[in-house]
């Protein structure tokens, strides 16, 4: 069973930065993309920002201005990485952020979340 496994959230004042960390346990595909995507509540899940194997990277709605998306170095090249770095965050920038895992012919594998909050 895959795991997807986010970390790095917390609180952060605004202006901030952060780096959000997610690593699949295992990989189970030679085609794959990662994405972050993020939820406040009482609203859908948005697309943060998503990275394929290969390294290409795709970005929601006005989220490539503060937010970059890259793979980790990781010592089995071949496990899905993905880290999101949050620059200049604001308040607005709360919310939870979920890692996916996306691979042809597999169902999509969630972590569990990672909550950040931008306040004073």
């Known amino acids: 069973h895959v795991q997807v496994v986010e970390s790095g959230g917390g609180l952060v004042q605004p202006g901030g930065s952060l780096t959000l960390s997610c690593l699949a346990s295992?990989?189970?595909?030679?085609?794959?993309?990662m994405a972050w995507y993020r939820q406040v509540a009482g609203e859908e899940r948005k697309l943060v920002a998503d990275i394929s194997r290969f390294g290409t990277t795709n970005y929601g709605p006005a989220m490539q201005d503060r937010f970059t998306i890259f793979k980790d170095n990781v010592k089995d090249n071949d496990q899905p990485t993905a880290s999101l770095r949050m620059t200049d965050l604001k308040p607005e920038d709360t919310a939870m952020y979920y890692c996916r895992l996306v691979a042809g012919g597999h169902p999509d594998y969630w972590g569990q979340g990672t909550q950040v909050t931008v306040s004073a």
């Open positions: 295992e990989n189970i595909s030679s085609f794959y993309t």
